[in-house]
C-alpha cells in the first residue's frame, strides 16, 4: 500500500513559474490537506478539502490554488512562484478517525 | 501569536533515559492533541493522541501526559533509543476535524548511544 505518493520529490523554479505539486491517495479517504513546513514555524495548513469536489482556505493560502476532481488526487498549484515560496510541501489524508497520513514531501526552491 | 508552542527546539538524552518534550497552547478550546514524529526526507507519523477527557495516555514506550488548566502537555519516552531521534511534532484541534489541527515548530530529539 502505497498511501501518500507526491511528485515530484524535490524541484527548483525561477520566480514567476507556473508549479503543479501532484498528491495521490489510495486509502480512500474523503479529507485531504496540502502544508507547508519552514523551520520554526513547524507545519501550516495551506488548502484543505473534506470531500471530492470542495476545498477551503487554511491558515497561508496566498499564491496557492487546489482542486478535488476525485477523491484520490488533490494537485496544488503555484500561479506565479515567489522565492518566499521556498519551502519543504507535504499532503496528507485523514479518515474516519482523524488522524493525518503523510506523503513524504516535496522540497521546492524558487530562485 | 503562536497557538501551539514547543519551547525546547532541541533535547539530546542518553539511551535507556527518559525523554520529555513539552508542548504548551494558548486556545482553551483546543480538545484533541496528538503528537506526531518526523525523520528527515520522511513525512511526519503518528505517534500517539489524547483527548480532553483524559490526562494520560500510553502507547507502549510512549506516554502522553495533558494538564488542561495549564494548557500544557508533555510526550515520555522511556526508555530511549537512538531510532527515537527525529524531530516531534506537537498538534492541537478544537474537535478531532484535520482542518482545525494547528502546529508546534518542532523539537529535535537526540538519543545518543
Known amino acids: 500500500i502505497a498511501g501518500i505518493t507526491q511528485a515530484p520529490t524535490s524541484q527548483i523554479l525561477a520566480a514567476g513559474r507556473r508549479m503543479t505539486l501532484r498528491c495521490t491517495q489510495d486509502m480512500r479517504h474523503n479529507a485531504m490537506y496540502w502544508y507547508r513546513q519552514d523551520l520554526g514555524l513547524g507545519l501550516r495548513l495551506i488548502h484543505y478539502s473534506n470531500t471530492a469536489g470542495t476545498t477551503g482556505k487554511g491558515e497561508v493560502p496566498d499564491g496557492y490554488s487546489v482542486s478535488r476532481a476525485n477523491t484520490d488526487d488533490f494537485p496544488l498549484t503555484l500561479a506565479s512562484a515567489v522565492p518566499s515560496q521556498t519551502s519543504v510541501y507535504f499532503c496528507?489524508?485523514?479518515?474516519?478517525?482523524?488522524?493525518?497520513?503523510f506523503g513524504e514531501g516535496s522540497r521546492l526552491t524558487v530562485l | 501569536d503562536q497557538q501551539v508552542k514547543q519551547n525546547s527546539p532541541s533535547l539530546s538524552v542518553q539511551e535507556g533515559r527518559i525523554s520529555i518534550l513539552n508542548c504548551d497552547y494558548t486556545n482553551s478550546m483546543f480538545d484533541y492533541f496528538l503528537w506526531y514524529k518526523k525523520y528527515p526526507a520522511e513525512g511526519p507519523t503518528f505517534l500517539i493522541s489524547i483527548s480532553s477527557i483524559k490526562d494520560k495516555n500510553e502507547d507502549g514506550r510512549f506516554t502522553v501526559f495533558l494538564n488542561k488548566s495549564a494548557k500544557h502537555l508533555s510526550l515520555h519516552i522511556v526508555p530511549s533509543q537512538p531510532g527515537d531521534s527525529a524531530v516531534y511534532f506537537c498538534?492541537?484541534?478544537?474537535?478531532?476535524?484535520?482542518?482545525?489541527?494547528?502546529f508546534g515548530p518542532g523539537t529535535r530529539l537526540s538519543v545518543l548511544p
Open positions: 496528507a489524508s485523514s479518515g474516519f478517525t482523524g488522524e493525518l497520513f
Open positions: 498538534a492541537a484541534s478544537a474537535g478531532n476535524y484535520g482542518q482545525n489541527f494547528v
